[in-house]
């Protein structure tokens, strides 16, 4: 599900769930959020690598796990459920925004939902040509990664995206700040990272200069998004409806 490997200074951390787009599910957050934080406390660890297996990178939240529409449980149940993943979700966003070490990711195919917020909390970026990011979660009322995705394409920017649904190619993820540089293949992404110039002590000041804690305040942005009944339904309904617009 997580693939580790630690070689030198560098920690790569490889989704690999292929057989769902690497989509994220309960366990996966909790074992992604368990190796970030292990790279976190290695202080000899100076970059963390995020990157997966399969012809995605992460195609999102694992709508898979979420009861049918008008399934028998009942709905407050299902949505506080929901709740703690997506606050777990968010967790994990945070940790990576602010790790004290350099963060990378690359993406290819499918970098969608909670997988683009994974992707845009990432110090390096890279994208390969295939990449394509979308932010569906809007759709079901969530505030998720909004203020870290503006941070790096500009407010204007990122709310166009959010609220029209948009899919981003490669391209347009460079030129807008998503993604840092293009890379011709996801494999290929060593041979366009260099050594780090700085210490791992002088990365993580620089970082916490550059970011203020909003931790509690995105927190906060997300429970009240969620906090209107029928979360449960809202995604059921969007499940349904692409796999509608699939068949």
Known sequence: MIERLIADDMAILTLARPERGNALSESMVETLIEAVTDCIGSPHIHTLVLAADGRHFCTGFDTGEVPEAGAPSPRSAQDGALLWRFVRIEHLLALLWHAPLRTVAVAHGRTWGAGADLFATCDVRFAAADAQWRFPGVGFGLVLGSRRLGACVGEDVALTWLTEGRTIGAEDAVRCGLATALVPDAAL????????????????????????????????????????????????RYRQAVMAARS
């Open 189 to 236: 992404w060593k041979s366009h990272l260099g050594p780090p110039a700085v210490t791992r002590d002088t990365h993580a000041r620089l970082k916490a200069a550059m970011r203020p804690d909003q931790r509690d305040a995105d927190l906060a942005a997300l429970v009240r998004s969620a906090a209107e009944p029928g979360l449960a339904e809202r995604i059921a």
